[in-house]
């Protein structure tokens, strides 16, 4: 499923070069495959709770554990793509800049979100659910509404960041700010993805889940 998901966002970001010879329907329904993206933050969201629960919180120890593991996962390989894109003598050389890309920050900022590895926008969602995924799960264990408030409450203090930089001083670069781009491109908008993803795993550890998703199965497939 990650490969296929994989495979559609990579078709999306190219299909400007297919579109003088596909069908006009064929490149429309191409310009829909960004869904590719919610796909791979659903399993994601999936693949981590059902394998790591709220484990990594009973110690300090394991929590550190589990986030040098997240992080091996994530930043060696970018950051050798990275140096090779700075290579180029015509992107900014600005601390600030480097600082923001080695640690995809940059993608909180609308104004650096289209500049480095732009794809890696997706990285810093992932790496921002990997940070919150066990104490999620843990909400989710006690009670899904618990998960989905903090979730909501995660939201709104984004919300608040942006806005308020951007009544203070106008928010010049675009720091959680304005609402589309926080809410399509940060965790802040998207964490919902990643809750629907965990829901099933927890569903799918439980008794009641499993006979819950045996009654809907048939007709979903269907």
């Avoid at 589990?66 to 060696?76: S, V």
């Avoid at 090779?84 to 080695?102: A, E, I, V």
């Avoid at 659910?129 to 989905?148: D, E, R, S, T, V």
């Avoid at 304005?178 to 491109?185: T, Y």
Wanted: proline share 3%; net charge positive.
């Amino acid at each position: 499923m990650r490969a296929i998901a994989a495979i559609m966002v990579f078709v999306y970001h190219n299909r400007k070069y297919w579109r003088h010879d596909l069908p006009f329907e064929v490149m429309r329904f191409i310009s829909e495959w960004h869904i590719g993206v919610t796909v791979f933050f659903v399993l994601s969201g999936f693949l981590l709770a059902y394998r790591y629960e709220e484990k990594p919180l009973e110690s300090k120890k394991s929590y550190l554990k589990y986030i040098l593991l997240r992080i091996a996962r994530i930043f060696p390989l970018y950051w050798i793509l990275l140096n090779c894109y700075f290579l180029d003598s015509t992107y900014s050389k600005n601390l600030d800049t480097y600082f923001l890309q080695y640690s995809l920050f940059y993608s909180l900022f609308e104004e650096y979100s289209v500049s480095g590895i732009v794809q890696a926008w997706s990285l810093t969602v992932e790496f921002f659910f990997y940070l919150l995924a066990p104490l999620l799960f843990l909400l989710l264990k006690k009670n899904w509404k618990y998960c989905m408030l903090f979730l909501i409450g995660f939201f709104l203090m984004g919300w608040s960041i942006g806005y308020g930089i951007h009544w203070y001083n106008g928010n010049p670069k675009g720091f959680l700010y304005p609402l589309k781009f926080m809410v399509g491109s940060t965790f802040f908008g998207r964490s919902t993805e990643f809750f629907f993803g965990m829901l099933l795993a927890y569903l799918m550890k439980q008794q009641k889940g499993i006979q819950f998703l045996t009654k809907i199965k048939n007709p979903t497939l269907w």
